[in-house]
Antibody, heavy 123, light 108 residues
Framework: QLQLQESGPGLVKPSETLSLTCTVS??????????WGWIRQPPGKGLEWIGS???????YYNPSLKSRVTISVDTSKNQFSLKLSSVTAADTAVYYC???????????????WGQGTLVTVSS | SSELTQDPAVSVALGQTVRITCQGD??????ASWYQQKPGQAPVLVIY???NRPSGIPDRFSGSSSGNTASLTITGAQAEDEADYYC???????????FGTGTKVTVL
C-alpha cells in the first residue's frame, strides 16, 4: 500500500525559504505512470495546487507561485521536495504531498495524499 | 482567482440525494476529479475520470459532466458523508491543475 509522509520545519520566519520533503513508501517514485504533487491549504480555506514533478525531473508549477517555487526529486531516496522562497504569513498552511495519476489519458487524479504538515510563517 | 467554481454549501436529508456542481471552461476539455475532506483529515479521492470510483469508495458516489459543468452525486446520503468536497481539473491552458472553491455538505 503506497504511503506518503511530509516532513520539515513547522515554523519558518518571514522572508526565509520553506523546505519540505515527501517520502514515498510502498512503491517506487520512479514509476513511469505517475507524477508527484504538492498541495496546500491555509487554515479554514480551500485547497491550492502548488506544483508537480515527474521522476525524470520534469516540473510544472502554479503560475501564481512559479517565481518562488522549486520542486525536486531524489529517486535514490524515493523522495521529492518543495522549496518556497520569500515566505510571508500568507504562506501559512497545511502542506500536502500526493501521487498524481491519469495524466497520460487526461483523467488526472491525486491519490493517495500524505497526512499533511502545518507550516506557520512567523517571526 | 480559482477557475473552478462550486456552491459554498449544500444540505441534504439523511438518505436523500444531493448533487454538487463544479463549473469552469476547462471542464469542456478535461474531466474533473472529486475529493472528500473531513475536519482535520487529508482529502480523499472519491471520483475521477468519466465516472470512476477508487477501491473502497461506496457506490452511492457518482460523477457526471455536461458542457462546462462537472457534478458529484451522492445517492442516499449517509451521516458520514458530511464533509467538504473539492473538484480538481486542469486549467484552461491544460498545463496546470486547479482546485474548485469547495462545497460544504451538511447531512440533516
Amino acid at each position: 500500500q503506497l504511503q506518503l509522509q511530509e516532513s520539515g520545519p513547522g515554523l519558518v520566519k518571514p522572508s526565509e525559504t520553506l523546505s519540505l520533503t515527501c517520502t514515498v513508501s510502498g512503491g517506487s517514485i520512479s514509476s513511469s505512470s505517475y507524477y508527484w504533487g504538492w498541495i496546500r491549504q491555509p487554515p479554514g480555506k480551500g485547497l491550492e495546487w502548488i506544483g508537480s514533478i515527474y521522476y525524470s525531473g520534469s516540473t510544472y508549477y502554479n503560475p501564481s507561485l512559479k517565481s518562488r517555487v522549486t520542486i525536486s526529486v531524489d529517486t535514490s531516496k524515493n523522495q521529492f521536495s518543495l522549496k518556497l522562497s520569500s515566505v510571508t504569513a500568507a504562506d501559512t498552511a497545511v502542506y500536502y504531498c500526493a501521487r498524481v495519476g491519469g495524466i497520460a489519458v487526461a483523467e488526472d487524479w491525486f491519490d493517495p495524499w500524505g497526512q499533511g504538515t502545518l507550516v506557520t510563517v512567523s517571526s | 482567482s480559482s477557475e473552478l467554481t462550486q456552491d459554498p454549501a449544500v444540505s441534504v436529508a439523511l438518505g436523500q440525494t444531493v448533487r454538487i456542481t463544479c463549473q469552469g471552461d476547462s471542464l469542456r476539455s478535461y474531466y474533473a476529479s472529486w475529493y472528500q475532506q473531513k475536519p482535520g483529515q487529508a482529502p480523499v479521492l472519491v471520483i475521477y475520470g468519466k465516472n470512476n470510483r477508487p477501491s473502497g469508495i461506496p457506490d452511492r458516489f457518482s460523477g457526471s459532466s455536461s458542457g462546462n459543468t462537472a457534478s458529484l452525486t451522492i445517492t442516499g446520503a449517509q451521516a458520514e458523508d458530511e464533509a467538504d468536497y473539492y473538484c480538481n481539473s486542469r486549467d484552461s491552458s491544460g498545463n496546470h491543475h486547479v482546485f474548485g472553491t469547495g462545497t460544504k455538505v451538511t447531512v440533516l
